[in-house]
């Protein structure tokens, strides 16, 4: 079914989008703050390595939100990067091959008329939603060229 709901879309260079995924089974993997750091750090790499840009992303403890603004690689590619390479990072210093992240993603690709600091602080909002923190700036997983 997830096969079919990918027919007819097109990843389009520079084109921005609202990315969802979660870690496997809904596990809470990133309440341990080693692992939490690597994901932060390989977002970096993503962006080098891919050439996007992720104009507004959360970490929460079983999942991620981002709004992507697409580089050179297809969306499948550049998010397959992120997962992939994170999880090999994180099983490495884990000396495990747990599955870290479930398979599919949520994609949607924003219009023109979308507001992009609206959705970054709909993003950004996820931990306050969640009762993790009572502000943004006492949550370290996140970053917004918006904020």
């Known amino acids: 079914m997830w096969t079919e709901l990918r027919k ?3 990843s389009i260079c520079g084109q921005e989008y609202f990315i969802t995924f979660n870690t496997y089974s809904r596990t809470p993997l990133f309440l341990n703050l080693n692992f939490a750091h690597l994901f ?3 977002i970096q790499i993503n962006e080098t390595k891919t050439q996007c840009k992720w104009l ?3 970490l929460m403890p079983d999942h991620f939100h981002g709004l992507l603004r697409l580089g050179t690689q297809s969306l ?3 998010i397959a990067h992120l997962k992939g390479g994170s999880a090999f990072k994180i099983n490495k ?3 495990h091959n747990i599955k870290i992240w479930q398979k599919n993603y949520y ?3 924003l219009r023109k008329e979308e507001d992009r600091q609206q ?3 709909y993003i ?3 931990p306050l939603r969640k009762g993790l923190v009572c502000s943004v700036s006492k949550y370290p997983y996140w970053n917004s060229v918006y904020l």
Request: aromatic content about 4%; glycine content about 4%.
């Open 40 to 42: 932060c750090k390989h």
């Open 93 to 95: 210093l884990n000396n």
């Open 76 to 78: 499948p590619n550049t």
């Open 119 to 121: 959705i970054s602080r």
């Open 107 to 109: 994609d949607h690709a």
């Open 124 to 126: 950004l909002a996820n």
């Open 8 to 10: 007819g879309r097109h």
């Open 56 to 58: 507004t992303w959360v």
